[in-house]
């Protein structure tokens, strides 16, 4: 939990189509690397610690379509996504953040936005909040945490499992900076209600911007 162990692994969900090839990552543990979607494949990945001529943001993704039953969002900190159609979205806990509920399922959620970055390095931060939040969660597992490339700028992927009142719960999350502002998209939802969850946070994913 200290230190990066230079495994390769990562998730930053949804499969890519044939003609998308998946970026390389890095992680602290590693199972097997998922395949990436669409916005996280725009550019090639560069190995972690490397420079990256065009470290800028790449363009915008909103002007693509809105997947059909989402809708278009803008959070704090000026973070563009999209969120399922008729979820009630209301501010969040925690800086710079948004959350848009399930009507028909309040324990399925997804929280979105945008802060300023804390001085302490990306991936170190979350590797420091975890060690934390891990010991006040009943039945935490860590499925990975680590770096990808995203939109061109290092992120942060994490994702894991927990109790809650004797429900499991699953999330997964991402975390990136530009200019000073820390953004992140992030989906939860009772374990058995996962993999009906994916879609969204795909699209979370896929739509975000910056």
């Known amino acids: 939990m200290s230190a990066v162990v230079g495994a390769v692994l990562l998730v930053a969900p949804k499969e890519s189509g044939p003609s998308t090839a998946a970026p390389s990552t890095t992680y602290i543990f590693a199972p097997p690397p998922p395949a990436f979607g669409p916005a996280d494949s725009v ?33 704090p900190g000026g973070l563009v996504t999209t969120v399922p159609k008729g979820w009630a979205i209301a501010r969040s806990s925690g800086p710079g953040s948004v959350q848009a509920t399930d009507p028909a399922d309040p324990a399925r959620h997804v929280r979105y936005g945008g802060a300023p970055a ?5 991936l170190q931060s979350h590797v420091d909040y975890e060690a934390v939040f891990a010991k006040s969660r009943s039945g935490f597992k860590r ?9 061109g700028v290092l992120a942060v992927d994490w994702e894991f499992e927990h109790d809650s009142a004797g429900v499991r719960k699953h999330v997964h999350s991402m975390y990136w900076r530009i200019d000073g502002i820390e953004y992140f998209v992030y989906a939860a939802a009772n374990a058995d209600r996962w993999a009906e969850t994916v879609p ?11």
């Open 200 to 210: 969204i946070y795909h699209a979370l994913i896929d739509n975000a911007s910056p």
């Open 43 to 75: 550019t090639p990945a560069r190995r972690i610690g490397t420079a990256d001529p065009d470290s800028r943001p790449r363009p915008s993704n909103v002007a693509l379509p809105v997947p059909e039953g989402f809708q278009r969002v803008a959070g």
């Open 118 to 122: 804390p001085a302490t390095d990306l």
């Open 143 to 151: 499925l990975s945490l680590g770096t990808t490339q995203y939109h």
